[in-house]
């Protein structure tokens, strides 16, 4: 599971990366509760609103960004990369024979902030299919 943070022991360098975490409500449970699911990414800037695996396709909905890829533990990348455009949603081919046993997303802004979804389990997501 992502976490995010800081060590910065400067002031104009802190509070510059979180976790966000996608919960049912505002309660400790349901935050503890999805945080354990995996239900979070992190980030210094950039959102990841959604990732769905649907017929084959890896579908990532995020914020302006230039930059949203795909890379994998087997060395398989893909992305959507651009110096004059921005995009706001990338489509992805899932390919768990090339992947290894996990890919993972990473979505970069403008300023340079990044954000990293969790790392999703080809072997898991094969079974619950």
């Known amino acids: 599971v992502p976490t995010a943070g800081d060590d910065n022991h400067h002031e104009r360098g802190?509070?510059?990366a979180w976790t966000m975490i996608k919960a049912d409500k505002?309660?400790?449970?349901a935050l503890i509760s999805a945080y354990e699911r995996g239900d979070c990414y992190v980030s210094d800037g950039p959102e990841i609103h959604s990732l769905v695996l649907n017929d084959?396709?890896?579908i990532v909905k995020t914020s302006e960004s230039p930059y949203i890829v795909l890379s994998?533990?087997?060395?398989?990348?893909?992305?959507?990369?651009?110096k004059t455009e921005k995009y706001t949603e990338a489509v992805f081919d899932y390919?768990?024979?090339?992947?290894?046993?996990?890919?993972?997303?990473?979505?970069r802004d403008s300023e340079g902030g990044k954000a990293f979804s969790n790392a999703y389990y080809t072997e898991y997501i094969?079974?619950?299919e």
């Open 14 to 16: 802190s509070l510059k």
């Open 26 to 29: 505002l309660s400790y449970d």
């Open 56 to 58: 084959g396709k890896i």
């Open 72 to 82: 994998s533990e087997g060395r398989y990348v893909q992305g959507k990369i651009s």
């Open 95 to 107: 390919v768990p024979h090339k992947m290894g046993r996990y890919f993972r997303i990473e979505v």
């Open 126 to 128: 094969s079974k619950n």
